[in-house]
């Protein structure tokens, strides 16, 4: 018996949420209901011919079906069945849905727009360890619920393990919640990465025993898999309560293999290269997409965009991207957004008041670039959410905040630019 693509059209049919993976792809191609067909088959158990072994059994079990299309919009959802998935496996999973069909010649583009995983799926992964709640109570912001904030030490590369520590210390001292590690820190030579956790966590302690409040430092992790672990291991060891991970250059594996360690410590992921795959509106994989799939594998703060900094990406886009971690997902705990790129204290009140509260303000250079230093662009950061909380405008609160006046001298022009939505 041939099969075609007619094989994969469920078109009117309402697959069950709860046996299906349920994926909405935006698709450009010459013949747009074939290429749908052909993407639930590429995906599936289809092939561009006949195979003997194809059956009525394998086409009904396991086959993927188009059943929803709006050729106007460009838009196809396809389900998946379950049983096409190794539990707990992502690569596995990214494979099938994300996998040889951005290749096909039958497509001019692909992008997947988002996924929706049922209760069966998603019990089969750790979800975050920490969570949202339990970085609250490290900090010790349950009851208050203010925003967090942290920064990530600045020049990206260059600085010693001593100098390092420095700019984080001055960093908490001045009010900052956490401080981390930037994407390609790792462990050179000018900076190796045993030195610069001992050296740093040394000061954390000091930090948080002089200023009476609980601090988080993320030390950037990303290496072989191996490596992370023996990295992981030596930050536990020393007393710290978070690492980083590069998750989409570490890869999904090697995310999911120190996640599986249950270290008990926070597990901030940095996107570096999400971009590359997802800027483009038409093509790719979308930052909703992949945040749902961290969620699974387990992170516990998560890098998706600040809507009024440097970064790309719509506010309805990281509004989705942000809801989509912290909502409901059978039972998993909410993931911490982090919002950076380009922030300093004039971006903080629009930035509340289209995201709220549940998030970690990240100012880099916002922070390190203020005219009097860290300490104090430190304390103008804190000052411009504590204004924020307050009902009081920047200009308001610096009258009686001198750090808060002077970083509105070096960066007020961008308040009028980055005003709320």
């Not at 929803?68 to 069945?81: I, T």
């Not at 496996?89 to 049922?118: H, T």
């Not at 970085?135 to 942290?150: A, E, L, N, Q």
């Not at 971009?275 to 594998?297: P, Q, V």
Request: positive net charge; contains cysteine.
């Amino acid at each position: 018996m041939a099969y075609s693509v007619a094989d994969y059209m469920g078109m009117g049919s309402r697959p069950d949420p709860e046996t299906h993976v349920n994926v909405l792809f935006r698709v450009e191609a010459p013949d747009f209901r074939r290429a749908a067909g052909e993407l639930a088959a590429e995906s599936s158990v289809g092939t561009w011919t006949e195979v003997a072994m194809m059956s009525e059994r394998i086409l009904k079990k396991l086959a993927a079906k188009v059943y929803w299309m709006d050729k106007g919009k460009k838009l196809v959802r396809v389900s998946y069945p379950i049983d096409m998935f190794e539990d707990g496996n992502m690569p596995q999973i990214l494979s099938d849905i994300a996998g040889n069909i951005y290749g096909m010649k039958v497509l001019d583009r692909l992008r997947l727009i988002d996924i929706d995983f049922p209760k069966a799926v998603t019990k089969t992964f750790p979800g975050p360890q920490i969570g949202l709640e339990g970085i609250r109570k490290i900090i010790g912001t349950g009851k208050s619920r203010r925003p967090h904030c942290g920064t990530i030490v600045k020049p990206k590369i260059g600085l010693g393990p001593k100098e390092h520590a420095k700019v984080a210390y001055q960093a908490w001292s001045g009010g900052l919640d956490l401080v981390k590690d930037d994407e390609n820190l790792s462990s050179q030579r000018f900076n190796p990465f045993e030195d610069r956790i001992v050296a740093t966590l040394e000061l954390k302690d000091r930090a948080e025993s002089e200023t009476g409040e609980k601090k988080i430092y993320a030390p950037n992790i990303t290496a072989r898999s191996d490596i992370m672990l023996e990295r992981a291991d030596f930050v536990k060891e020393h007393g710290g309560n978070c690492i980083m991970v590069d998750v989409v250059t570490a890869g999904f594996a090697g995310l999911q293999h120190v996640r599986a360690q249950n270290y008990g410590m926070a597990l901030h992921a940095h996107r570096a290269m999400y971009a590359a795959f997802a800027r483009d509106e038409t093509h790719g994989f979308s930052m909703l997409a992949l945040a749902k799939c961290l969620r699974l594998a387990g992170v516990d703060q998560l890098h998706i965009g600040a809507i009024v900094g440097k970064m790309e990406g719509s506010a309805e886009d990281v509004l989705q991207t942000h809801r989509a971690i912290q909502g409901d997902m059978h039972g998993l705990k909410p993931v911490m957004s982090a919002c950076s790129g380009g922030m300093s204290p004039m971006e903080v009140p629009a930035l509340l008041k289209i995201i709220g509260n549940d998030i970690i303000i990240q100012a880099g250079g916002g922070v390190h670039g203020h005219p009097d230093g860290t300490v104090a662009g430190a304390k103008a950061l804190r000052q411009s959410i504590e204004a924020a909380l307050g009902g009081k405008t920047l200009q308001q609160y610096a009258k009686t905040h001198p750090e808060l006046a002077r970083a509105i001298e070096k960066w007020g022009y961008r308040m009028k630019k980055n005003s709320p939505l």
